[in-house]
């Protein structure tokens, strides 16, 4: 079980970038795979980013491909959500997530405001 804190979110114009971390403790980060997911007002909760244990694979929804770059940092057991070309679309709440053990930790997820 993962304790994740992100931080990064906040007011943005449409076409500008943010970039979200996520900080990763009480399990050993360099093993497992780490995503982004975002819940808009009155929708359900959607997968954005995930990052392979190693880094070495990413994988995207089709409506941030191009877009958005995840990376992680193993010194720094922190994994980032590299935002640009931001949309009015893509304001939510934006989370981190890993699942240790068949159980799925959150973050307490950071607010993206993109305004037009």
């Known amino acids: 079980q993962g304790q994740l804190g992100e931080s990064g979110g906040g007011p943005v114009q449409s076409g500008g970038s943010l970039r979200l971390s996520c900080a990763a403790s009480?399990?050993?980060?360099?093993?497992?795979?780490m995503s982004w997911y975002r819940q808009a007002p009155g929708k359900e909760r959607e997968f954005v980013a995930r990052?392979?244990?190693?880094?070495?694979?990413?994988y995207y929804a089709g409506s941030v491909k191009g877009r958005f770059t995840i990376s992680r940092d193993k010194a720094k057991n922190t994994v980032y959500l590299q935002m640009n070309n931001l949309k009015p679309e893509d304001t939510a709440v934006y989370f981190c997530?890993?699942?240790?053990?068949?159980?799925?930790?959150w973050g307490q997820g950071t607010q993206v405001t993109v305004s037009s």
């Open positions: 009480g399990f050993t980060f360099s093993g497992y795979a």
């Open positions: 990052i392979s244990w190693s880094g070495d694979s990413t």
């Open positions: 997530n890993v699942r240790v053990g068949g159980y799925d930790s």
